[in-house]
């Protein structure tokens, strides 16, 4: 790592970051083919307009919101956060059978699918 940015990150990844609005430390997630999706990110950096002020939990946000996008794309037929409702909320949180597979364990490491820095 050299000054905030992961190294093999393509220059014009870390650009288009930060012209959204991306400042040192504040965390982000990429989807599957590495895109940085403005609207989700900008919750993190609303946080601190929202009294989130201290940045570890920022970045406990952040992890939750992984854990959910890779619920969603494992357990729930490849969902975005976007197309997610109610029920995709209540299986979550009861650990229920999603789609025909066996339950969810919530302590289960879920495969990477996106990554979050």
Known sequence: ???GV??????????????????DGMPFILDDDGAYDLDLNRFFRACPTMGVRSMHSVK???RDILTWLRFLKER??????????REDVAALSCGAPALGDSALHL?????PQYRGS
């Open 1 to 3: 790592m050299r000054s």
């Open 6 to 23: 992961s190294e093999g990150v393509p220059q014009a990844m870390v650009e288009a970051a930060m012209m959204g609005g991306l400042v």
């Open 60 to 62: 406990a946000y952040a």
């Open 76 to 85: 729930r037929g490849g969902k975005t956060m976007w197309q997610a409702g």
């Open 107 to 111: 302590g289960r490491v879920l495969e």
